[in-house]
Nanobody
Framework: VQLQASGGGLVQAGGSLRLSCAAA????????IGWFRRAPGKERDFVAA????????IYADSVKDRFTISRDNAKNTVYLQIHSLKPEDTAVYFC?????????????????WGQGTLVTVSS
């Protein structure tokens, strides 16, 4: 399974952005897609995940009021809509695919990773 994250860029605080994660190759093996982010000097942290089977979602508490994860199965694409961006949202955002049932929030819960897309929020 190959994952391609896109949609990052430079945005002013308060703005919005939509990230995309396009999956290809063996996507029938994928049960869920998750988003993680790595801020400068920090570890990679969980952001959100969605099941491709039943649309169930989970979010990190720190983002659940401003981030929305969604999917378009016909396009094999998962989106992460981010509203009211803050400078602390600056990070490289990664998408990842999970084979097993359930929504994971740990790095080890995911089997395939994309290369990341950089989001920079200016104050």
């Amino acid at each position: 399974v190959q994952l391609q994250a896109s949609g990052g860029g430079l945005v002013q605080a308060g703005g919005s952005l939509r990230l995309s994660c396009a999956a290809a190759g063996g996507t029938f093996r994928v049960y869920a897609i998750g988003w993680f982010r790595r801020a400068p000097g920090k570890e990679r942290d969980f952001v959100a995940a969605i099941s491709l089977a039943d649309d169930s979602t989970i979010y990190a508490d720190s983002v659940k009021d401003r981030f929305t994860i969604s999917r378009d199965n016909a396009k094999n694409t998962v989106y992460l809509q981010i509203h009211s961006l803050k400078p602390e949202d600056t990070a490289v955002y990664f998408c990842a695919a999970r084979r097993n049932r359930g929504l994971g929030y740990r790095l080890g819960d995911y089997d395939y990773w994309g290369q990341g897309t950089l989001v920079t929020v200016s104050s």
